[in-house]
């Protein structure tokens, strides 16, 4: 079921647009819907934490716009509560697997935010498809509970945004410095 959320809708609508009308969409983005969105995830070895290197393959893929899929994959990872972390495990996902998964649902989510300020759909979604396409392997119930805690996330990840002078979103195509920052890397 696709999460639409009252306000958080007309904010994201708001935000959108306003970035539709900045931003024009062209052809070079650092997600590529051509490609499968896993690959273009950096295939680091250590995913014990998500790290800004998930989510560029080359120095062309340091966007804004992959930024705000770095940022948006930790914020779904702060999102889920410990206990429903605990379900997960349960159900074979380590932390490495879950990251990976948070990792992979950032990257289909822009493609979704991509769509939406292409207007080729109405609003912005998230969908029981992405949540179930990133975490494999679960049953519906604990879909749903994901679904809710993907969709705070994204609500926390927007307030952010609004006020934020980087526009990732807006600036989408731009070199992001922020990923030759050390201080986001682990040591």
């Known amino acids: 079921m696709p999460y639409y959320g009252g306000l958080t809708q007309c904010c994201l609508e708001a935000f959108l647009c306003v970035v539709g009308q900045r931003a024009a969409i062209g052809p070079r983005f650092g997600y590529h819907p051509q490609q499968e969105p896993w690959n273009m995830v950096n295939l680091?070895?250590?995913?014990?934490?998500?790290?800004?290197?998930?989510?560029?393959?080359?120095p062309a893929d340091k966007t804004k716009f992959n930024w705000f899929a770095f940022e948006l994959a930790c914020e779904i990872e702060r999102a889920v509560p410990f206990r429903l972390k605990k379900r997960l495990a349960k159900n074979g996902y380590t932390q490495q697997?879950?990251?990976?998964?948070?990792?992979?649902?950032?990257?289909?989510?822009?493609?979704?935010?991509?769509?939406?300020?292409?207007?080729?759909?109405?609003?912005?979604?998230?969908?029981?498809?992405?949540?179930?396409?990133a975490f494999p392997r679960l049953n519906d119930k604990i879909i749903n509970q994901l679904l809710d805690c993907v969709a705070n996330a994204w609500e926390n990840l927007l307030s952010i945004c609004v006020s934020c002078p980087c526009a990732c979103v807006s600036n989408k195509e731009a070199y992001c410095p922020m990923f030759d920052d050390p201080s986001y890397y682990n040591s």
């Open 44 to 58: 680091n070895p250590d995913d014990s934490k998500i790290q800004p290197c998930h989510f560029y393959s080359s």
């Open 97 to 133: 697997t879950f990251n990976q998964s948070c990792i992979r649902l950032a990257v289909l989510l822009q493609g979704v935010a991509l769509r939406k300020l292409s207007n080729e759909i109405p609003r912005m979604e998230i969908s029981h498809a992405e949540v179930e396409s």
